[in-house]
């Protein structure tokens, strides 16, 4: 149903004007709906580009934190359902890989923002060929909005209209793309210039052609009707993007008297009375707060506790002043109930709200908010708030202006909010008059379509300071038809804002200490899974304790010399964050060990010994296997920990009988490995015991669930992930999940190449007619001068230092690989060559002609190795 309404700003009116990008020649007709929508771009390297404003308020990131770093791990799938799609995964790399094949993508997936609350959003992803690659292009717009109703636009004036959700619930608004031919969107792509990045003429317009050949964004309402999208900027957010440029501070003393404003200073108290009741009549409370006693930011007392200085007593009254203070009775049970900020914050509005304002919004310092480090300086006009929590009375016509909850704010010193901000002093307006609501409007960038709406209203702006630190704000208003705040009102409202700070401060340090715990496990585990020639790998971390998301358990992957890839998981005895700090070590260890290509069996002896080495409170369990994909082989070792499961090409599940060491830091036990071969096709499956301990049975039923045949080898090994969690894992397990898949393809034989050369100098004339002959058959001549040179270089070095002989090897795979090892176990290194000297310009070329390069030492001796890309086919 569409209905002619205010939810949408009258176009007609400068202050209402959406933000849209100007076509006179390209006007949309039809309904249209307009969205605010956060951009943001993702370049080739996987880097972010571009992060918009709106998506600064969507997804809490500041843009200056996160460009220029890699997306991966920025916005965290949030799904709490076992084997939906996406479970652990990371929101713009499963957008990335949707848009691989098909270039575009519309949908739902909700997300976790920077603060940890989940963001309902849709998502509109395009990926863009540039010529520095193929970059992603993601709209995204908050889904909560929307389903109340999305604004719309009706015909080429684009007249305001509202769409009314049906009774009885919201409506079904999904993200969908619709075709340029489509009947009500001329113009539309024009339009959507809006939602890009700030650029230059010729790339925007190329951006645009690919938007609209991809598909245009649209949404579904009700499973109906599509409507095409226009970008939309709220007059409101625009305005608070306005923090100076007023020409003049706020109103000198003089003038606030005339105007009615009052600021109450830090040593300002009043003692109301009550006047005597009857007999009868309910108690209530009256606070004697002598006058310089009033709590400051220092020596605020917790909240439902008297502050230092003041007194408690017991009166018999039904006057207004006993009901005022009768609530810091009643917030003291409601406000500060749980540890979480937004919850904090929402419950003081809820106290105020209808009892003693119209409306009630907390906004705290942004920065406070992420930042474990108190700012160094006072708020000044720069300083950028962000709204926390927003209640107010559901009275129509009267708050379609204020910003909604996650915006982000400035209030400048020109304004009451501004002020109490940067003094630290209540501000008192009792009416906002005309003139004072003209400048409040233009520092909200309103103009004067707003002063109606700010005009009449009483304000009781309070600064929110604990522990010697400001904050945010608690702003109340009260609509002109109830009675405008007065001293009386902010004497028990001043001591709640004390109070209700320090909850507020004590959530913002339970939500940092706990986003150092989350940071710690992610900095453990890998966001990504390599890409490695010969093994498709993908992996899934669930932890058991959902609110710290800290864990012993890990996983690993980590590429060795010849094309093999180590697999390892381990899970540490213990939870919480003490098991990821020891699991922290357990991961380096197994790194480092494995860089020097130990046996499987050899590098468990090594790590069993560092643990003692560490305290006997580090225990794990872990199991280390290595594949050969040129020799089709698979060797593991374990210790104490799941047997894997191998699932071969024909969907057969093998649970792997491998001799079972005793945990990590028990000691006195020997690891055996064992080798086994593999076939192309077949997939591994590692994990811990949370994923296959059943709570009332034994691990073993897990286990042969495990092997009942779930896993299709046929299908990704992402998509095997999904299914094994579908199936096993349960909301509630306690314990960790850590789960790897890794799909066995090889490397075929025509693509290996190896030859051993003799201890003698002529050997490096005869290793580069080889590799010249080797590359043109592979139709790789373009390579071939970089990798002689390259060659030359590494083969000479090996023969100057070995006993026995030097062994060369070729890998053709998405690049080219080439190896050099020989019997000599030390490593060279990267030195600075003399400018007139006639050696130790090797490395300095390899080092400067490839793209990657490295050293590693193997059971006997050593092996340098260098990769050169492939070059592109026609």
Known sequence: ??????????????????????????????????????????????????????????????????????????????????????????????LGEHTAATGCWAGSLPVTDREDRVRDVLWWVYRLSEPTGRSLLVLAADARPLRGGPRLALGSRLLP???????????????????????????????????????????????????????????????????????????????????????????????????????????????????????????????????????????????????????????????????????????????????????????????????????????????????AELPEGLPDDDTTLRRLALVHTETPGHWEHVQAEGSLLAMPRATPPGLALQSNQPVLVPVIDAELAEDYATALGGGPALVPQVSGRSMLVLPLAARGTVLGLLKLLRLPDRAAFDENDAVPLRELAARAALSLDNARLHRAESKVAATLQRSMIPTRPPRIPGVQIAHRYMPGNRRAQVGGDWFDAVQLPGSRVALVVGDVMGHGLHSAAAMGRFRTAVQTLAALDLPPGQLLRHLDNLAHRLGDDHLATCLYAVYDPINRTCTLANAGHVPPVLVHPD?????????????????????????????????????????????????????????????????????????????????????????????????????????????????????????????????????????????????????????????LQLIRVDKLLVEVSDDNHNLPSLQLSDPLGEGGRGLGLVSKLSSRWGTARKAVGKVVWFELPLPRRP
């Open 161 to 371: 209209y509202a769409a009314v959700p049906p009774q009885g619930g919201p409506l079904r608004v999904a993200a969908t793309v619709c075709g340029p031919d489509t009947p009500t969107s001329p113009g539309i792509t024009t339009r959507l210039a809006a939602a890009l990045p700030r650029t230059g003429n010729e790339r925007r317009q190329r951006l645009l052609r690919q938007i609209g050949a991809a598909g245009l964004p649209a949404l579904r309402v009700d499973g109906s009707a599509v409507l095409p999208v226009l970008p939309y900027e709220p007059p409101e957010a625009a305005g608070a993007r306005v923090t100076t440029g007023l020409g003049r501070r706020y109103p000198t003393a003089q003038q606030r008297v005339s105007r009615g404003v009052h600021m109450l200073p830090p040593d300002w108290a009043a003692a109301p009375t009550a006047p005597a009741t009857p007999a009868g009549s309910a108690i209530g409370l009256r606070m004697v707060i002598p006058s310089g006693s009033v709590p400051g930011p220092r020596d605020a007392s917790p909240l439902g506790a008297p502050p230092r200085g003041s007194t408690l007593l017991p009166l018999l009254s039904t006057g207004p002043g006993g009901e005022q203070f009768a609530l810091l009775n009643e917030a003291g049970g409601k406000v500060g109930t749980t540890l979480e900020l937004d919850t904090t914050a929402r419950e003081l509005c809820q106290v105020l709200v209808p009892r003693i304002a119209d409306f009630a919004c907390v906004d705290l310092l942004d920065g406070l908010i992420s930042d």
């Open 651 to 807: 969907g057969r599940s093998e649970l792997l009988q491998i001799p079972e060491g005793a945990p990590i830091g028990v000691g006195g036990v020997p690891f055996i490995a064992q080798e086994i071969a593999v076939e192309d096709g077949s997939m591994l499956v590692l994990c811990t015991d949370g994923l296959v301990e059943v709570r009332g049975g034994d691990i073993g039923d897990g286990l042969a669930a495990l092997c009942g045949n779930l896993i299709d080898p046929r299908r990704t090994p992402e998509e095997a992930c999904d299914t094994v969690l579908a199936r096993l894992h349960s909301d509630d397990r306690k314990d960790d999940v850590a789960l790897l898949v890794a799909r066995f393809d090889g490397v075929s034989s025509p693509d290996v190449v190896t030859w051993r050369l003799g201890p003698d100098p002529s050997e490096v004339g005869r290793a580069r007619a080889l590799v010249r002959e080797q590359l043109a058959a592979w139709q790789l001549d373009g390579l071939c001068d970089t990798a002689l040179l390259l060659v030359s270089e590494l083969v000479t070095n090996a023969l100057r230092v070995a006993r026995d002989s030097v062994q």
């Open 1 to 94: 149903m569409l209905e002619e309404g205010t939810s949408v700003p009258n176009p007609g009116t400068p202050a209402s004007t959406p933000t849209l990008a100007p076509a006179a020649d390209a006007t949309p007709t039809g309904v249209v709906a307009l969205v605010r929508l956060a951009s943001l771009v993702v370049d080739p390297d996987g880097c972010v580009a571009h992060w918009s404003r709106s998506a600064e308020e969507l997804f809490g990131h500041r843009s200056d934190a996160v460009l220029g770093r890699a997306a991966t791990g920025l916005l965290p799938v949030h799904e709490t359902r076992p084997g939906a799609i996406g479970l652990g995964r990371d929101a713009l790399d499963l």
